[in-house]
């Protein structure tokens, strides 16, 4: 089946520590996307990338970093600089093709850090 | 992206229609309009978009005002697998945003029995 797989679901690290939230699509998607989500409001974007070896700074990139070597992946690291890190991740991607752009998104990596 | 107004919460009934306005007064000619929902604790799923003519598809219809200041998004029979958070945003999606959206806080829709 064709979609964004985010692993892992769940994940718990300890305050002071980097962690890389893993986002794979098999869309064939051009564009990718990372969100975070606090508890009760809307999505915020993090990052975003348009090609391979290409990305942008997204409303709160601060304390984030991101890299995107393939077309099909785009991890998010988590650096101990971000001050709030425990939130919901999503990522998502979009395709040009058509001209819609409706973005598909992965099932998301809930993150707590103690 | 244009700001869009959305109210906090809303019920609806199982098997009747469910409408939910949006308010964007000062979306521009070339944003359109995106509906999109969230499940709890899942990661947002596509609903419609348009950009001046009313659309449908097998999930719901978008109702679009002329003036493209306000639409309406149209669940024609919830059930209660449609209680989820609705979001409306208006876009440049395919211009110098690329597909960037920005979520508000959306509409809690409620589906009773």
């Known amino acids: 089946d064709g979609g964004i797989t985010q692993s892992p679901k769940y994940l718990f690290r300890k305050e002071g520590q980097n962690v890389t939230l893993s986002c794979e699509q098999n869309?064939?998607?051009?564009?990718m996307y990372w969100y975070r989500q606090d508890p009760g409001q809307g999505l915020r974007l993090i990052y975003y990338?348009?090609?391979?070896?290409?990305?942008q700074k997204g409303d709160i990139a601060e304390g984030y970093s991101v890299s995107r070597e393939k077309k099909e992946s785009f991890p998010l690291t988590v650096t101990s600089a971000q001050k709030n890190p425990t939130a919901f991740y999503l990522c998502?991607?979009?395709?040009?093709?058509?001209?819609?752009?409706?973005?598909?998104f992965g099932p998301g990596t809930r993150l707590t850090v103690t | 992206d244009a700001k869009t107004t959305q109210p906090p919460s809303m019920d609806c009934a199982e098997g009747r229609a469910a409408n939910l306005p949006c308010n964007h007064s000062?979306?521009?000619?070339?944003?359109?309009v995106y509906w999109y929902r969230q499940i709890h604790s899942q990661g947002p799923q596509y609903i419609i978009h348009g950009l001046k003519n009313n659309e449908t598809n097998e999930m719901a219809s978008l109702i679009i005002t002329e003036d493209r200041k306000s639409s309406t998004l149209i669940l024609p029979h919830a059930t209660l697998r449609d209680t989820a958070v609705y979001y409306c945003?208006?876009?440049?999606?395919?211009?110098?945003?690329?597909?960037?959206?920005?979520f508000g806080q959306g509409t809690i829709l409620t589906v009773h029995p």
């Open positions: 869309l064939n998607h051009d564009a």
């Open positions: 990338s348009q090609i391979v070896n290409d990305f």
């Open positions: 000062t979306i521009s000619g070339n944003e359109y």
């Open positions: 945003i208006a876009s440049n999606a395919g211009g110098t945003s690329y597909g960037k959206l920005t």
């Open positions: 998502a991607s979009t395709s040009s093709l058509g001209g819609t752009y409706e973005q598909y």
